[in-house]
């Protein structure tokens, strides 16, 4: 799922929306690789620019995961 989208190591700005419908912008910090990943799934973790989270480093997995898309 993360994979497909382009330039997703360059620090760019995406916004998630998760399964519950809970919604965060932010800025991608890493993104591992399902061969790196414990559970052998996709795992990205970004910055938010907004909310309670921002600041915070928040990591989470494609499972969890119902839409992502680059914003600018």
Known sequence: MFANI?????????????????????????WTSPGDSEKNVEEL????IQGNLKGNYINFDETEVKSIEIID
């Open 45 to 48: 973790t970004i910055v938010p």
């Open 6 to 30: 382009p330039l997703l190591d360059s620090k760019v700005k995406v916004k998630v929306i998760f399964d519950d419908d809970s919604i965060l912008i932010g800025i991608v910090d890493h």
